[in-house]
């Protein structure tokens, strides 16, 4: 039997394609919003301004009230549920997942007892109000 190095190169790159294949396939989860099946990462901007940080999220097709907010001094926690109403049998699904999920870690600590959201059209749009001590204040280099 002889060696052949092209057979044993053949080889060794099909196994480093399946491996590539799965963490690929394993990452791509995650930056849907999680491990889990059926977990949808929501679009999110985070803006700062003089006296707040403002979280903009898209949760289309989510009902208001289908939204859960927790604020922490340092982070906005969103999950949101899309419930559909399904008529017969289902030959094509391509609108994945029924849920959404971000931990969104902010720029700054902020009051979550002053937190306001709102919901409209489905953009959530919530404010935090900073925290005194955590103001930027311009100073000028002479």
């Known amino acids: ?9 053949g080889k060794i ?9 799965g963490l690929l396939k394993e990452l791509s989860k995650i930056g849907e919003g999680g491990l889990e099946q ?6 999110t901007d985070i803006r700062e301004t003089e006296n707040e940080i ?3 999220s898209e949760l289309p097709g989510v009902e208001k009230e289908d939204i859960t907010l927790n604020v922490t001094e340092n ?6 549920e899309i419930k559909r109403e399904r008529e017969g049998e289902c030959k094509l699904e391509e609108r994945e997942g029924k849920y959404f999920y971000r931990l969104c870690p902010l720029p700054g600590k ?25 103001k930027k204040v311009k100073v000028k280099v002479e």
């Open 13 to 21: 790159a099909r196994e480093i394609e399946r491996l590539l294949t």
């Open 38 to 43: 059926g977990y949808r990462r929501p679009l």
């Open 110 to 134: 902020v009051d979550p007892n002053g937190a306001e959201a709102s919901y409209k059209n489905g953009i959530l749009e919530i404010k935090l109000p900073k925290v005194e001590g955590e």
């Open 54 to 56: 403002i979280v903009t």
């Open 75 to 80: 982070s906005v926690e969103i999950k949101a």
């Open 1 to 9: 039997m002889s060696f052949n190095p092209f057979e044993e190169a």
